[in-house]
């Protein structure tokens, strides 16, 4: 859901909401010319405005103003009007469209409805405000703002929080927005969907019937009991209930006024007008759940519909699809089949029965599909549906990878789902045809390899998704134009698919296509990658240009000085806020001293040792694993003391909490996370690093300790592999978070300990990177990441049984290369545009392949090929 938003500025790749909108759209002209004395300057996707000479407490009860698309510019039209000739600061969404992400139905709950925020100076003058706007915006409406204080029944909203930024270091390590208590100590600053005053905040009078009466129970009568809450978004919330309290249980759809807007603008309570009236027309119709009553309470607005048991398809999948089995080449194909295109005509024939009633479901995919326990079939979720015969009928919330060509309307909108379905339920990659329309041909080739489907079968499926001639997706068209560096082939094929891949020229097209993609006039971001480069910063070695840089470095790619420069320049203007190594400074800083910076490598370790102190985190990726490496890499190789002895005593804080985290989980309760990047074995690295430098042999067993406390939250699976436990019982055999990171550990150890007890675990940890599909294509929670973990295995053991599980793997890349400009990219976290960076996107690919390739050099920082082999 947080992806969505970062989708709108660009169609390649993911980008801040703040790019959205343009001059035109912008509420520059609502204000304009700035009276004298004023200053008014851009952060993000605010625009603040400022009396000169003005003074402001740094925090306080500050005023939010609600606006909806149609009233945005007269609210804020009037707000100037009150606050510049009494000098009150106020600040403001830059532009409409900005407006309306921040009001979409998988916007962050807890900003919903902002539009404008006031900062009064005292009490009195909050009460001012307050009292003169609401009489001055009588009849203005705009969505809720969750977590505020209503002001009586307008557009007015209170909260109480900081004025000016003030940052405090977390458990994470990681700054995080505090507020100040009376004793003036600095606690973080509650930002949820909820309202909330500090326990230690004094209340103003003028609030006090406001707060009297939210904190009444509700006078509506609500006569339901809700069991508890299936599905949250930004329009409202789906809730599992009991009709008037009693055996009966529902589904309770809830619609906020004015919230969870469509890209047109449709907000959650038309969209909720029309599935009732869509499932008024299909009662009686198998499949589809029963219209019970439709009400209002507390100006929401709600849906009340039969409960269909069942478990969603996707979660069916999850369980049941052969391909993500490590012995998938003796799963019993036949039958998943048979079961699939059951389903799959159960979901036609209920589609076919919509549309003889006269409507369109116009939001077919995995989600919205129930599979009860002997595979029957049913639809939720009809606030997309509409009348066959409605000539704008085309849904704009459509799901990636479902949603049809522009030029489909009607009916055709659910055949083309259903295409998609087809090839989805034998080939989960859907999604990637928005980059590529005609991959359809090679996943159809790969279905029809693998599984005993109808001959048919494909003819169908292409039928309605092959692209037609001269068409593209929503990409831009210029990289149609070449692709494969020029080698001539179809758009169809790739590098990948030939009997022996040119390698050097597949990892030459991904330089080539980093390089392409860099941004250096800008400040924020060096080079396109995930949404997290955003909140951390786009000079981390994850997400941001240090772990791109460092890729292109160790993968042959080369140095770039004006890349360099433009990392020295943007650490030095913004320096990051968190000490991690993946997401902070010292990832920064180790690439620096690489490249021969080690001033500036050793200014930023220096400058950051503050936020170590706090540091919680025991990881590898954020915390003091990854920490402790670096000031170990970086004693060793300046040959300094200082940095060897800080090394040495966080190694002495993990061996303590390791002390306390080591108990073997019981069942009960939540598991704890495993893996290199965010398990023990991250901790358990730096032990083994430890030892080398020290030859202390403590460090050993305390590596053998952390191994182990991953180890005990890994789960035996029935095709013989060791993975970890994710959500809805998937198993993850991932880098970061998953199997194939800690495999590369317990090697690690083996290499001083063989017959350590972990190494017991490592042929079945092996084969937890054998899977023949994988979802994503990333290094950290994709395919890359298995490539990379099975190469740095295979090394200095003749009788590696991984050797065809890594080729496929290599060939099976390219399911997810794409063309863009010419060359060849992968797509980041949830497929929905490209990445470049290290964590998620074509630089980790890169690392990979590199890595595979040579059979020699390092996947990882402290992973590397001296201390890896045998």
């Given at each position: 859901?947080?992806?969505?938003?970062?989708?709108?500025?660009?169609?390649?790749?993911?980008?801040?909401?703040?790019?959205l909108?343009?001059?035109?759209?912008?509420?520059?002209h609502?204000?304009?010319?700035?009276?004298?004395?004023?200053?008014?300057?851009?952060?993000?996707?605010?625009?603040?405005?400022?009396?000169?000479?003005?003074?402001?407490?740094?925090?306080?009860?500050?005023?939010h103003?609600?606006?909806?698309?149609?009233?945005?510019?007269?609210?804020?039209?009037?707000?100037?009007?009150?606050?510049?000739?009494?000098?009150?600061?106020?600040?403001?969404?830059?532009?409409k469209?900005?407006?309306?992400?921040?009001?979409?139905?998988?916007a962050?709950?807890?900003?919903?409805?902002?539009?404008?925020?006031?900062?009064?100076?005292?009490?009195?003058?909050?009460e001012?405000?307050?009292?003169?706007?609401?009489?001055?915006?009588?009849?203005?409406?705009?969505?809720?703002?969750?977590?505020?204080?209503r002001?009586?029944?307008?557009?007015?909203?209170?909260?109480?929080?900081?004025?000016?930024?003030?940052?405090?270091?977390?458990?994470?390590?990681?700054?995080?927005?505090?507020?100040?208590?009376?004793d003036?100590?600095?606690?973080?600053?509650?930002?949820?969907?909820?309202?909330?005053v500090?326990?230690?905040?004094?209340?103003?009078?003028?609030?006090?019937?406001?707060?009297?009466?939210?904190?009444?129970?509700?006078?509506?009568?609500?006569?339901?009991?809700?069991e508890?809450?299936?599905?949250?978004?930004?329009?409202?919330?789906?809730?599992?209930?009991?009709?008037?309290?009693?055996?009966?249980?529902?589904?309770?759809?809830?619609?906020?006024?004015?919230?969870?807007?469509?890209?047109?603008?449709?907000?959650?309570?038309?969209?909720?007008?029309?599935?009732?009236?869509?499932?008024?027309?299909?009662?009686?119709?198998?499949?589809?759940?029963?219209?019970?009553?439709?009400?209002?309470?507390?100006?929401?607005?709600?849906?009340?519909?039969?409960?269909?048991?069942?478990?969603?398809?996707d979660?069916?999948?999850?369980?049941?699809?052969?391909?993500?089995?490590?012995?998938?080449?003796?799963?019993?194909?036949?039958?998943?089949?048979?079961?699939?295109l059951?389903?799959?005509?159960?979901?036609?024939?209920l589609?076919?029965?919509?549309?003889e009633?006269?409507?369109?479901?116009?939001?077919?995919?995995?989600?919205?599909?129930?599979?009860?326990g002997?595979?029957?079939?049913?639809?939720?979720?009809?606030?997309?549906?509409?009348?066959?015969?409605?000539?704008?009928?085309?849904?704009?919330?459509?799901?990636?990878?479902?949603?049809?060509?522009?030029?489909?309307?009607?009916?055709?909108?659910?055949?083309?789902?259903l295409?998609?379905?087809?090839l989805?339920?034998?080939?989960?990659?859907?999604?990637?045809m928005r980059f590529?329309?005609?991959?359809?041909?090679?996943?159809?080739?790969?279905?029809q390899?693998?599984?005993?489907?109808?001959?048919?079968?494909?003819?169908?499926v292409?039928?309605?998704?092959?692209?037609?001639?001269?068409?593209?997706?929503?990409?831009?068209?210029?990289?149609?134009?070449?692709?494969?560096?020029?080698r001539?082939?179809?758009?169809?094929?790739?590098?990948?698919?030939?009997?022996?891949?040119?390698?050097?020229?597949?990892?030459?097209?991904?330089?080539?296509?980093?390089?392409?993609?860099?941004?250096?006039?800008?400040?924020?971001?060096?080079?396109?990658?995930?949404?997290?480069?955003?909140?951390?910063?786009?000079?981390?070695?994850?997400?941001?240009?240090a772990?791109?840089?460092?890729?292109?470095?160790?993968s042959?790619?080369?140095?770039?000085?004006?890349?360099?420069?433009?990392?020295?320049?943007?650490?030095?203007?913004?320096?990051?806020?968190?000490?991690?190594?993946?997401?902070?400074?010292?990832?920064?800083?180790?690439?620096?001293?690489?490249?021969?910076?080690?001033?500036?490598?050793?200014?930023?370790?220096?400058?950051?040792?503050?936020?170590?102190?706090?540091?919680?985190?025991?990881?590898?990726?954020?915390?003091?694993?990854?920490?402790?490496?670096?000031?170990?890499?970086?004693?060793?190789?300046?040959?300094?003391?200082?940095?060897?002895?800080?090394?040495?005593?966080?190694?002495?804080?993990?061996?303590?909490?390791?002390?306390i985290?080591?108990?073997?989980?019981?069942?009960?309760?939540?598991?704890?996370?495993?893996?290199?990047?965010?398990?023990?074995?991250?901790?358990?690295?730096?032990?083994?690093?430890?030892?080398?430098?020290?030859?202390?042999?403590?460090?050993?067993?305390?590596?053998?300790?952390?191994?182990?406390?991953?180890?005990?939250?890994?789960?035996?699976?029935?095709?013989?592999?060791?993975?970890?436990?994710?959500?809805?019982?998937?198993?993850?055999?991932?880098?970061?978070?998953?199997?194939?990171?800690?495999?590369?550990?317990?090697?690690?150890?083996?290499?001083?300990?063989?017959?350590?007890?972990?190494?017991?675990?490592?042929?079945?940890?092996?084969r937890?990177?054998?899977?023949?599909?994988?979802?994503?294509?990333?290094?950290?929670?994709?395919?890359?990441?298995?490539?990379?973990?099975?190469?740095?295995?295979?090394?200095?053991?003749?009788?590696?049984?991984?050797?065809?599980?890594?080729?496929?793997?290599?060939?099976?890349?390219?399911?997810?290369?794409?063309?863009?400009?010419?060359?060849?990219?992968?797509?980041?976290?949830?497929?929905?545009?490209?990445?470049?960076?290290?964590?998620?996107g074509?630089?980790?690919v890169?690392?990979?392949?590199?890595?595979?390739?040579?059979?020699?050099?390092?996947?990882?920082?402290?992973?590397?090929?001296?201390?890896?082999?045998?």
């Amino acid at each position: 859901m947080r992806y969505e938003e970062f989708c709108l500025a660009d169609p390649w790749f993911y980008d801040t909401p703040a790019r959205l909108g343009s001059d035109a759209d912008s509420f520059d002209h609502v204000w304009r010319p700035l009276p004298t004395g004023w200053d008014c300057t851009r952060h993000d996707i605010w625009v603040a405005m400022s009396c000169r000479g003005g003074t402001l407490p740094r925090q306080g009860w500050k005023v939010h103003v609600s606006a909806r698309l149609d009233n945005a510019e007269r609210i804020l039209k009037a707000v100037c009007d009150y606050c510049f000739p009494r000098g009150i600061g106020f600040k403001f969404l830059h532009s409409k469209k900005i407006l309306l992400t921040r009001n979409a139905k998988y916007a962050p709950r807890e900003d919903s409805g902002k539009f404008v925020t006031i900062y009064p100076a005292d009490y009195a003058e909050l009460e001012r405000v307050l009292v003169d706007l609401s009489a001055e915006l009588a009849g203005e409406y705009g969505p809720y703002i969750l977590s505020d204080l209503r002001y009586g029944a307008g557009p007015l909203y209170v909260r109480y929080g900081a004025f000016t930024e003030r940052w405090l270091a977390a458990d994470g390590g990681q700054l995080v927005p505090a507020i100040e208590r009376p004793d003036g100590t600095l606690v973080p600053e509650q930002r949820t969907p909820v309202f909330r005053v500090p326990d230690w905040a004094e209340v103003p009078d003028v609030l006090a019937p406001h707060l009297a009466r939210r904190d009444r129970p509700h006078e509506s009568g609500f006569p339901h009991l809700v069991e508890r809450a299936l599905h949250f978004s930004n329009g409202g919330g789906v809730y599992l209930a009991r009709r008037d309290g009693g055996d009966e249980l529902v589904v309770l759809k809830e619609a906020r006024p004015h919230a969870g807007l469509d890209a047109d603008g449709t907000d959650a309570v038309a969209r909720l007008h029309r599935e009732r009236k869509s499932l008024e027309r299909l009662q009686g119709v198998a499949g589809v759940p029963v219209l019970h009553e439709w009400f209002t309470a507390w100006e929401h607005h709600y849906l009340m519909m039969e409960y269909m048991p069942g478990r969603r398809l996707d979660q069916w999948m999850a369980a049941l699809y052969p391909l993500t089995k490590c012995d998938s080449e003796q799963a019993d194909l036949a039958t998943y089949t048979r079961r699939a295109l059951d389903v799959l005509d159960q979901v036609e024939k209920l589609v076919r029965s919509i549309h003889e009633r006269g409507v369109v479901f116009a939001d077919l995919h995995p989600g919205n599909i129930l599979i009860g326990g002997d595979d029957s079939v049913s639809l939720v979720d009809f606030d997309l549906a509409f009348a066959i015969d409605q000539s704008d009928g085309c849904p704009v919330l459509a799901a990636p990878g479902f949603s049809p060509p522009d030029d489909r309307t009607g009916q055709a909108i659910d055949d083309y789902a259903l295409a998609a379905l087809r090839l989805h339920m034998f080939l989960p990659l859907t999604h990637m045809m928005r980059f590529q329309p005609d991959k359809v041909n090679l996943y159809m080739e790969a279905i029809q390899e693998r599984f005993p489907v109808p001959d048919e079968f494909g003819k169908v499926v292409l039928a309605e998704l092959a692209p037609t001639r001269g068409s593209v997706g929503d990409v831009q068209p210029r990289a149609r134009a070449k692709v494969n560096v020029g080698r001539g082939r179809t758009p169809t094929t790739s590098d990948f698919d030939s009997a022996q891949p040119d390698w050097r020229a597949i990892c030459g097209s991904l330089i080539e296509a980093i390089l392409l993609s860099a941004t250096p006039d800008r400040q924020d971001r060096l080079f396109p990658g995930d949404i997290e480069q955003f909140t951390v910063g786009g000079t981390c070695f994850a997400f941001g240009a240090a772990g791109v840089l460092h890729a292109l470095s160790t993968s042959g790619g080369g140095r770039y000085v004006e890349h360099e420069r433009w990392l020295l320049e943007s650490v030095h203007r913004d320096p990051p806020h968190r000490p991690g190594f993946y997401d902070g400074t010292h990832g920064i800083a180790y690439v620096l001293r690489d490249f021969g910076y080690v001033h500036e490598a050793v200014m930023l370790i220096d400058e950051s040792a503050p936020l170590v102190g706090p540091l919680r985190d025991h990881g590898l990726h954020s915390g003091l694993a990854g920490v402790g490496l670096n000031l170990l890499h970086f004693g060793q190789t300046l040959q300094s003391g200082t940095y060897l002895a800080q090394a040495l005593s966080i190694g002495d804080r993990l061996a303590e909490k390791l002390t306390i985290a080591a108990v073997r989980h019981d069942g009960r309760g939540p598991r704890a996370t495993a893996g290199l990047l965010r398990g023990w074995s991250g901790p358990g690295l730096f032990f083994v690093r430890l030892y080398e430098h020290t030859n202390d042999r403590s460090w050993l067993d305390m590596a053998a300790r952390a191994l182990q406390r991953d180890l005990d939250e890994c789960v035996a699976r029935p095709d013989g592999s060791l993975q970890v436990p994710g959500e809805g019982g998937q198993t993850l055999p991932h880098l970061d978070v998953g199997t194939a990171g800690i495999a590369l550990v317990v090697q690690e150890l083996v290499r001083h300990v063989p017959d350590t007890e972990c190494a017991t675990a490592l042929p079945a940890m092996r084969r937890a990177c054998y899977p023949e599909f994988v979802v994503q294509s990333g290094l950290f929670a994709g395919r890359a990441g298995l490539v990379g973990a099975l190469a740095t295995l295979q090394r200095g053991q003749a009788d590696f049984d991984g050797d065809r599980a890594l080729t496929r793997h290599l060939a099976r890349l390219g399911w997810h290369a794409v063309p863009y400009r010419g060359e060849l990219a992968f797509p980041g976290n949830k497929s929905l545009r490209l990445s470049m960076d290290f964590a998620t996107g074509t630089a980790g690919v890169l690392r990979a392949l590199t890595v595979a390739v040579d059979r020699s050099g390092a996947l990882l920082p402290f992973l590397d090929e001296r201390s890896s082999a045998k």
